[in-house]
């Protein structure tokens, strides 16, 4: 039988970033188009029938597909230079844990199927959970035919080299009624589990997040024949604007905001930029705070672009509001798992998107290191063991 473990390390070659370390794996990259193809043989392995859906979600079936079914999952795509855990650890556990409910000789009342999204960090195409976004409708099929990658590929395009109908993208009431219950498990992505503590903990609620992008556009110009006191530099103005960013979050107890991503057109060293696009997630429990927050920003950028000499854009590219799991979900969880301590979650998931439409839950795997996003993101065997068990243990509660 395999544990999450050897099962992790049979993909820990696959999208390596000799550059930034860790793995980057974007959707439908030759890395994450493997990793597909590993969950494919993995569930054929184990007799599991496979499917993928119109929005490309794989679905590995225990029993026939039917509505009302049990369905864990997790995705493989990664941020770039992100951890081996994020994503792969939920698919990996959910396959652990059908090996060790069939040892347990479970007969299953329902059918259970494994899912793996595609797209759920949005590193290619910007919006992040776009798989469960599409399958629930949250996201207009229009909107993400439109999306482009950095390379200008829209996913439409991506969609059809990878045999999906871009037509048929979208609402899947059908594949969505699948879905009677949804568990999710994650490495935990803070400090929200110390060392001495159990190893795992049930999900209660997904902090409201959202991702803006601020365009900033000024004059481009030559580096060496433009006097300083004639440019309009939105380099300049991009510099304080993340600044501003800083301080306006860290006036507000509980916001998160974050400029991780900088783009300045056309890029180089000798060249005063015409355009810096930056992307801005910002993170608050209070819906209305956030815009809030945005909104000040915004007012802060619109400032100190003038000032510059520039002019600034801001688009919303995706929101999803704080989301509290099924409690009726989250009981039945804590019964399975006694002991086990509750935590919110700062990070967005698939669960979360699915919870505005099914009942939906999750479980979080301690990571010593209290990093994730990044390379050093960690999960002992042993504790990656027990969260197969405590998936096990769940699933068996529910199924
Ligand atoms: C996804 O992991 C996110 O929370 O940004
Ligand atoms: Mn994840
Ligand atoms: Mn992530
Ligand atoms: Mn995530």
Request: with cysteine; proline share 6%; net charge negative.
């Amino acid at each position: 039988m395999d544990t999450v473990t050897s099962l992790l390390d049979s993909i820990a070659g696959v999208g390596r970033d000799e550059q930034r370390g860790g793995y980057t794996r974007p959707v439908y990259s030759a890395a994450e188009l493997d990793l597909r193809a590993w969950f494919v043989e993995q569930a054929g392995r184990r007799g599991l029938d496979v499917e993928t859906d119109r929005n490309g979600i794989i679905w590995a079936w225990w029993g026939p597909p039917q509505a009302g079914a049990l369905v864990t999952g997790s995705h493989l795509d990664s941020v770039p230079g992100g951890g081996a855990f994020d994503g792969p650890l939920g698919v990996a556990a959910a396959l652990a844990a059908v090996d060790e409910l069939r040892a347990r000789g479970v007969e299953p009342r329902r059918s259970l199927a494994v899912t793996v999204f595609p797209e759920e960090e949005g590193s290619r195409f910007g919006v992040a959970c776009l798989g469960s976004r599409l399958l629930t409708g949250a996201i207009d099929a229009d909107k993400a035919r439109n999306l482009r990658d950095a390379d200008g590929n829209t996913f439409a395009d991506v969609a059809r080299q990878n045999g999906l109908d871009p037509a048929h993208l979208g609402a899947d009431p059908e594949a969505l009624a699948r879905i009677g219950d949804f568990v999710e498990l994650h490495v935990e992505q803070g400090r929200g589990l110390g060392e001495d503590g159990p190893a795992v903990a049930v999900g209660s609620s997904i902090l409201g997040h959202g991702r803006w992008k601020l365009g900033i556009a000024g004059q481009g110009n030559h580096a060496g024949t433009t006097l300083m006191e004639d440019r309009r530099d939105p380099m300049v103005a991009a510099a304080q604007v993340i600044l501003a960013v800083r301080q306006v979050a860290a006036a507000q107890p509980d916001a998160r905001a974050t400029v991780g991503r900088i783009q300045p057109v056309p890029g180089g060293t000798n060249v005063i930029a015409s355009r810096v696009d930056l992307w801005l997630d910002v993170r608050h429990p209070d819906d209305a705070v956030t815009a809030r927050l945005v909104e000040t920003i915004h007012g802060k950028a619109q400032k100190i672009a003038a000032f510059e000499g520039c002019t600034v854009s801001l688009t919303e590219e995706s929101y999803s509001g704080t989301v509290y799991f099924d409690p009726a979900l989250q009981r039945q969880l804590e019964n399975a798992l006694p002991g086990a301590p509750v935590l919110a979650t700062g990070a967005g998931h698939d669960a979360g998107v699915l919870a505005g439409y099914v009942p939906s839950g999750m479980l979080f795997i301690r990571n010593p290191t209290g990093i994730s996003h990044s390379p050093e993101e960690f999960v002992e065997p042993a504790d990656a063991d027990a969260g197969s068990a405590a998936l096990a243990d769940a699933l068996e509660a529910l199924l």
